[in-house]
Nanobody, 120 residues
Framework: QVHVVESGGGLVQAGGSLRLSCAASGNIFSINALGWYRQAPGKQRDLVATIIIGGSTNYADSVTGRFTISTDNTKNTVYLQMNSLKPEDTAVYYC??????????????WGQGTQVTVSS
């Protein structure tokens, strides 16, 4: 079983910054990709940013140039640095981790989410 835990959400004024963290632990042999998604009230969960280990990053158009995804592979951790925050960035942010367990099975697990609220 793989555990995924996000942290770092909170309340910030428009124009401010926050850094989200997500740590994966448990039966992990490898991590192939990590991502951040968000869901605002009454809306679907949307991609914010993804990173392929050893490969590329991908960002939603709405956050390009403001958000940066990065990893600390030694800690199985992914970060989302969010700058120039806007009220429309308000949402619950979820972390997704994909890879293989020590038994060779693929996993695709989500964290419980962390609330980000941007006031105008």
């Amino acid at each position: 079983q793989v555990h995924v835990v996000e942290s770092g959400g909170g309340l910030v004024q428009a124009g401010g910054s926050l850094r989200l963290s997500c740590a994966a632990s448990g039966n992990i042999f490898s991590i192939n990709a990590l991502g951040w998604y968000r869901q605002a009230p009454g809306k679907q969960r949307d991609l914010v940013a993804t990173i392929i280990i050893g490969g590329s990053t991908n960002y939603a158009d709405s956050v390009t140039g403001r958000f940066t995804i990065s990893t600390d592979n030694t800690k199985n951790t992914v970060y989302l640095q969010m700058n120039s925050l806007k009220p429309e960035d308000t949402a619950v942010y979820y972390c997704n981790v994909r890879g293989r367990t020590r038994w060779g099975n693929e996993y695709d697990d989500w964290g419980q989410g962390t609330q980000v609220t941007v006031s105008s």
